[in-house]
């Protein structure tokens, strides 16, 4: 069983930058994807971002070019870097893991952007 855990989260101004971090708790080479979600106040959850066990990305339609996310295999972590906040990024982000059929989610942490 994964474990994920997330790192990053907090308060941010409008147009300004926070990473987060996802750390699991095994090696994450092996593990095929990889990703962010993010659930706004009221809104469903939603693709923020995913990243394969070959670097490939993928991209949800509400953050077209604001955000990045990358792995370090050697730390067993993946990141998201986000820029460009703007309000409605407010909500709680989760990362995300598929291995071998099986979904894991980690408990998220609250961004919050204020205008």
């Known amino acids: 069983q994964v474990q994920l855990v997330e790192s990053g989260g907090g308060l941010v101004q409008a147009g300004g930058s926070l990473r987060l971090s996802c750390a699991a708790s095994e090696s994450i080479s092996s593990i095929n994807v990889m990703g962010w979600y993010r659930q706004a106040p009221g809104k469903e959850r939603e693709l923020v971002a995913l990243i394969s066990s070959g670097g490939g990305t993928k991209y949800g339609d509400s953050v077209p070019g604001q955000f990045t996310i990358s792995r370090d295999n050697a730390k067993n972590t993946v990141y998201l870097q986000m820029n460009r906040l703007k309000p409605e990024d407010t909500g709680v982000y989760y990362c995300?893991?598929?291995?071998?059929?099986?979904?894991?989610w980690g408990k998220g942490t609250l961004v919050t952007v204020s205008s």
């Open positions: 995300h893991a598929n291995h071998l059929g099986m979904d894991y």
